[in-house]
């Protein structure tokens, strides 16, 4: 189980997520997500923490992030690093 004040987990509010900014951008479409309640999505030590199947993210949860929630986000960008080079 990975506790939820891992310095190795980084959250995204969902509210930041749904509208694409400008620059190199990583995009996921259609994908189950990890979610914290309170902080958002999840990735961890920067891995994305989603998937296209349900079963896969609620077999996550289970397995590594109980105190976590499942959620279906159409669409999610991220700024990429590549962008600030």
């Not at 914290?36 to 590594?64: L, R, S, W």
Request: hydrophobic share 45%.
């Amino acid at each position: 189980m990975i506790d939820e004040n891992d310095k190795g987990l980084m959250f995204k509010p969902m509210a930041s997520v749904i509208d694409a900014p400008n620059g190199v951008l990583l995009h996921w479409k259609d994908h189950w997500w990890v979610h914290h309640p309170e902080k958002g999505i999840v990735f961890c030590y920067g891995n994305a923490q989603c998937h296209t199947e349900a079963q896969k993210v609620q077999k996550m949860i289970k397995d590594k992030f109980n105190w976590a929630e499942l959620v279906f986000m159409p669409d999610v960008f991220i700024k990429s690093r590549m962008s600030e080079l």
